[in-house]
């Protein structure tokens, strides 16, 4: 059954308490969400050179520089030839190539 041959909204079907706050006075505030409120884009890919001396870290956890992005991450482990990296403060894994990361930063 679509939404339109139930004759309701799928969102108000959904029974979300409606919202009290005077910007928006929506019975549905998550309808007017986008996707950046719930997971922000990645960083651009920076234009450099990878770093002279590549770093291969080997403990989880360790803390590195991955080049490509600018980010400090903490090691997670390796797969396939390229290693994942987690935000220090945590949040959303990224992988990138090994040649892109050391453990000082490269400007």
Request: net charge positive; charged share 20%; hydrophobic share 35%.
């Amino acid at each position: 059954m679509t939404n339109n041959q139930s004759g309701e909204s799928l969102i108000l079907r959904r029974n979300f308490p409606p919202c009290r706050c005077p910007q928006c006075g929506d019975a549905v505030p998550e309808a007017r969400m986008n996707t950046s409120a719930i997971a922000p884009a990645a960083p651009p890919a920076r234009r450099v050179a990878p770093p002279s001396q590549p770093y291969r870290p080997s403990t989880v956890g360790e803390r590195v520089f991955d080049v490509r992005s600018g980010r400090w991450a903490a090691f997670m482990g390796w797969q396939h030839g390229r290693a994942f990296l987690r935000p220090l403060g945590g949040g959303i894994e990224w992988d990138t190539e090994a040649r892109w990361i050391t453990n000082a930063e490269h400007l």
